[in-house]
């Protein structure tokens, strides 16, 4: 072999070895996602909604601690897979009576009762000075949606009752299972 050719034969050698590419044959991919659960709404009739009670007179308290009564109800628009809706009421309580909501009308006296209208009669208080338990009704869904029936009524409180207005404002927000 000619000496004066191995440095070229060892240069061609090393521009060949060194130009092999080496191609993976495996690789992975790594894909990420979110599932997220149905979500649930108060119904927009709801969301600032103004109630009118009747209209009561003094006398109409003569014996009595509540008149007025008058039934509604609120409701939540939910995705299929929500079961339960459970509402939560906050306000302000009467002075001296924390069961009753209190009014920031022209009457004096006077304040809301709150309360909800189970299926099988009677009512259950939802007081406006209370544990988040005792403030919160939980109900099934059907046909994706969940109503509250309630009832309201004008209530006595501590002081004199005088003619006026009541107004009272209660937020409802809503968590769903």
């Not at 509540?66 to 628009?77: K, L, P, R």
């Amino acid at each position: 072999m000619n000496l004066r050719a191995l440095p070229l034969l060892l240069t061609i050698t090393a521009s060949v070895a060194t130009s092999v590419a080496h191609a993976a044959t495996t690789g992975s991919l790594r894909f990420t996602g979110r599932v997220d659960g149905g979500t649930c709404n108060l119904a927009l009739s709801d969301v600032s909604r103004a109630i009118m009670l009747p209209p009561v007179k003094i006398p109409d308290f003569e014996g009595v601690s509540y008149t007025g009564m008058y039934d509604f109800e609120i409701s939540a628009n939910c995705d299929a897979d929500v079961r339960n809706v459970t509402f939560l009421f906050a306000g302000t309580a009467a002075s001296g009576n924390g069961a009753i909501f209190a009014s920031t009308g022209t009457a004096s006296g006077i304040g809301l009762w709150l309360a909800q209208r189970p299926a099988g009669g009677g009512t259950s208080t939802i007081p406006a000075n209370g544990s988040v338990a005792q403030r919160s009704r939980t109900v099934a869904t059907a046909g994706s949606r969940a109503i509250l029936p309630l009832q309201t009524a004008y209530h006595k409180t501590s002081g004199a009752l005088s003619q006026g207005s009541l107004a009272t404002n209660v937020t409802i927000s809503i968590t769903y299972d």
